[in-house]
């Protein structure tokens, strides 16, 4: 006979089957749960080792976006770059629109009568094209940095924006005095029409 034989003739005489049956049972029961708990935490152990990896990841590129953040702003702050904040911004937009005002008086009084209109309309439209040459670029700039993404072009594109805005203001105002220049008659000389002139380039720029 072999020893389970020999246990179960042990139970069966102390008449105690049944109960030990219901506990073998029970045991066998708590043991699948044990197991199946296991299964989860493991499932869940592997979940979280995978969001921590995400995270890692997550927090790498991040880093990496500012370091290139950081340096889009070394580079813009070098001398002949755009700056990060736009350095025409609305100051010195207003400083370059009183030149054109002052340019306006310099060629009405020191340049000779017959010569002064076709003078000042000569760079008045350079400056328009100087202008427009800019215009062209910062588009062209934001343009490629929304096509590279991450967090320095997209800083960059705010002063970008900036700059745009009052370079097309400045636009705005060499665009208004040409007309105004150019609708004038022929016989007003430059000295009679200075005035007229600056309140056409400071209401271009409001």
């Known amino acids: 006979m072999s020893i389970f034989g020999d246990i179960e003739k042990l139970i069966t005489e102390h008449g105690s089957a049944a109960i030990l049956r219901e506990k073998v049972g029970l045991l066998e029961l708590q043991r699948a749960q044990a197991a199946g708990e296991r299964d989860t935490l493991a ?11 995400s995270l890692e990841s997550e ?19 070098q001398p002949g770059k755009i700056d990060i904040i736009g350095p025409l911004m609305h100051e010195h937009a207003s400083k370059m629109i009183e030149r054109v005002c002052q340019k306006i008086d310099y060629f009405a009084n020191t340049t000779p009568t017959t010569k002064a209109r076709e003078y000042l309309l000569a760079w008045l439209r350079d400056e328009r094209d100087e202008t427009e040459e800019a215009i062209t670029s910062l588009r062209a700039a934001i343009k490629a940095n929304e096509g590279q993404g991450g967090l320095g072009s997209a800083v960059a594109n705010l002063g970008h924006a900036t700059n745009l805005k009052d370079q097309n203001r400045l636009k705005r105002v060499y665009e208004a005095v040409i007309r105004e220049l150019e609708d004038a008659s022929d016989s007003s000389p430059l000295t009679k029409i200075a005035e007229r002139l600056k309140q056409v380039a400071r209401a271009a720029a409001d």
């Open 59 to 77: 927090r790498a590129n991040l880093q990496a976006q500012i370091e290139d953040a950081r340096q889009e702003i070394q580079r813009l702050k």
């Open 43 to 53: 499932t869940q152990l592997a979940q979280a080792k995978k969001k921590v990896e």
